[in-house]
């Protein structure tokens, strides 16, 4: 018997039966009518099994069929979470990527302008200045400092008197375009320290050099720290 016995099957199976009984029942001289309601009721139980084996294994079959199904679901379930798990992970690796990146490039700006607080035009000769900027643009060059420097001392003398020789803070007592403290210490260039521009000048390029290096850092210490 195949697994799927079909109802046509077993039907023909007790076509088959119920002849052979007849015929034996004329072989052996019984009563035909009782030998062939005997075989009816004996082929009838067997048609019952057959269909009942049909639909039992019909029904396992489809059982099996959905139980594949089901698993196909969860595999396609899982595989669909774990993309979708990789997919989250490496978005959240590029925006810590881009964010690292984005820190670093901030940072290299940030030392960069710590380098160069100034990074605007820079003048071709001192004519292009006018007053005790160009007196002062003048010696900051034969004092060995270049010319691209000038913006940051322009700024930061600027800051402290605006450039005026006579430039005197009463809070503090200092004196000159250097804002020296007290005055009396550009005595040290010369004794007209409180007239001359160009001995103030001098004794402020100096002290920059002395103690920043360069206009520029001197001028950068100013923003940062509000004095120099």
Known sequence: MSRLWSRFGARTAAVALLSVGVAG????????????????????????????????????????????????????????????????????????????????????????????????????????????RQVGCAIMLAEGFGIDQFPCLDRLWTKESGWNHKAYNEGSGAYGIPQALPGSKMASVADDWKTNPATQIKWGLGYIEGRYDNPCSAYQHSQNKGWY
């Open 25 to 132: 029942g004329y072989y052996l001289g019984e009563d035909r009518q009782t030998q062939q309601q005997g075989l009816t009721a004996q082929v009838g139980l067997q048609v019952d099994r057959a269909e009942y084996a049909y639909q039992r294994d019909r029904q396992a079959g489809q059982r099996v069929d959905s139980a594949r199904q089901r698993a196909a679901e969860y595999q396609a379930k899982l595989r669909a979470a774990a993309a979708a798990k990789d997919a989250a992970e490496r978005a959240r690796k590029a925006e810590a990527a881009a964010a690292t990146r984005k820190k670093e490039r901030l940072a290299a700006e940030a030392a960069a302008k710590a380098a160069k607080p100034y990074d605007g035009p820079i003048p071709t000769s001192c004519a292009q200045y006018s007053g005790n």
